[in-house]
């Protein structure tokens, strides 16, 4: 019979991870429905009770969200603009119901290359916290996520914090997904961005797209485009098609590469657009 294991400290969940090959869940909202049908015969090791691993704080220089936090919890959560792009992905996540179950780190781990959360979190210079028996250390997430279901996790590791620096400079986020269907739906391509403004301009600029390539990327030819430019509601317009070189999108059920690349450029623009807009 497989093995269930609920600790309800880190410190045990570590210890079990060094002693034998678990499966580790939070939510289970992508592990349960990929198994329908089928018998469990992995040993599970259930985190979701090591209260140590949830919620989100502020720290000197940094926002620590805890493994364990749902996407219910990081909307509820009172933050500043820079988490909007985060705060509107999360909503895109399935029903309220996943939302209330599914962890952000999940979310990660899973390493799915339509993972709403990843683009946001890459906006944000994300790092990973990551810890064994031994002790723990972070990661930045764009080093993390290796490629389609593949992460740099090791199987006697815990992936306990995602941490978020502050910006000693005014900083906003924005979101936008396009989907077969408003709602419920795994996206054709999705787009996030995260500006620092100053005196009217673009200081610092970072752009993320998911869902056209093995794992979400950052395009820095469009961010270094944007550099220096004013703030205004057309900022979308300084993008070119060669600003999204780095994408590899393909062909599937869902969308054409073709149509993938020129919807993450139509989004990009309007995630732009949405932000030099705002005073």
Not at 68 to 96: C, Q, Y
Not at 101 to 130: F, H, K, Q, W, Y
Not at 180 to 199: F, G, K, P
Request: aromatic share 4%.
């Amino acid at each position: 019979m497989p093995t269930y294991l609920r600790p309800t400290r880190q410190s045990e969940a570590l210890a079990a991870l060094a002693q034998g090959k678990f499966t580790v869940l939070a939510g289970g909202t992508d592990y349960y429905p990929a198994r329908v049908g089928k018998p469990l015969s992995d040993d599970i090791l259930d985190i979701s009770a090591i209260e140590a691993l949830r919620g989100v704080r502020e720290e000197a220089d940094h926002w620590r969200i805890g493994a364990t936090t749902t996407w219910s919890d990081l909307i509820a959560a009172a933050l500043p603009p820079l988490f909007d792009g985060l705060k509107l992905a999360a909503r895109e996540i399935g029903g309220v119901q996943i939302q209330n179950a599914g962890s952000i780190a999940g979310n990660l781990c899973n390493a799915s290359p339509a993972a709403d959360g990843v683009p946001p979190l890459l906006t944000l210079d994300a790092r990973v916290e990551i810890a064994d028996a031994k002790g723990s250390s972070t990661v930045a997430l764009a080093d993390f996520i290796l490629g389609n279901r593949k992460t740099l996790l090791r199987q006697d590791q815990l992936l306990t914090a995602i941490l978020v620096p502050k910006s000693a400079h005014p900083e906003r986020s924005h979101f936008a997904k396009l989907g077969a269907r408003e709602y419920l739906v795994v996206s054709i391509a999705m787009v996030a961005a995260t500006l620092q403004i100053e005196a009217g301009q673009v200081r610092a600029a970072r752009i993320a797209v998911g869902s056209c390539s093995p794992v979400a990327r950052r395009l820095p030819l469009a961010e270094a485009a944007l550099a220096g430019k004013p703030c205004t509601g057309s900022l979308g317009e300084f993008l070119r098609e060669d600003h999204f070189a780095a994408l590899s999108p393909i062909d599937d059920v869902r969308a054409s590469a073709e149509y993938r690349l020129d919807a993450a450029l139509t989004l990009a623009k309007r995630v732009l657009n949405q932000l030099g807009a705002q005073t």
